[in-house]
């Protein structure tokens, strides 16, 4: 939460020239509604249910670049799809880089109204053997700039994944 997932992942799309989807901003499109009334009205489990189904459908398309939502990794069955559908980059930041990224964020349902340390410090224990456990790729985008980041990450993505080809044009052999 925090880390940079949507706004490192669109620069990294148009880089490469490659879809980007946000699989938050993806989930409200489909439910017609943001993600704080999912959990108001579904609560954490409902959302998750959305999550993985739209997870299972943008991983199914053609090469694109997806930022998840913190959260997606909690499900098994979605670990298992990032591994066999995806290269995964982890953005990994501490709590304090968190906190700092998040003091004035109101709309994130799971740190509305408690101890956004204590929270925070508890769902990086939970997920952080998850990341690693999917991660191809580990990456701290931690005191940079959203631009300095990309590129840094873009560098070691180069090294490290391959692109997909384009789509082939061959002529219909018919």
Not at 66 to 86: F, H
Not at 100 to 117: E, F, I, Q, W, Y
Request: proline share 4%; glycine share 6%.
């Amino acid at each position: 939460m925090g880390a940079g997932k949507s706004s490192l992942g669109r620069r990294l799309a148009q880089r490469w020239r490659l879809a980007f989807v946000d699989l938050d901003r993806e989930i409200e499109a489909r439910a017609g509604t943001d993600i704080p009334a999912i959990f108001a009205t579904e609560g954490e489990a409902g959302f998750r249910r959305r999550e993985s189904a739209v997870l299972a459908d943008v991983l199914a398309r053609d090469a694109c670049v997806i930022a998840t939502g913190g959260g997606a990794v909690l499900d098994a069955d979605n670990r298992v799809l990032l591994r066999q559908r995806g290269f995964v980059a982890y953005l990994q930041i501490d709590v304090e880089e968190q906190l700092a990224r998040l003091a004035a964020d109101r709309s994130r349902p799971l740190l509305a109204g408690v101890d956004r340390t204590e929270v925070l410090t508890r769902l990086a224990a939970a997920r952080a053997p998850l990341y690693a456990e999917v991660a191809d790729l580990t990456f701290s985008p931690a005191g940079m700039d959203k631009r300095k980041a990309a590129d840094r990450l873009a560098e070691r993505l180069e090294h490290h994944w391959q692109r997909p080809a384009a789509p082939s044009r061959a002529a219909d052999p018919t």
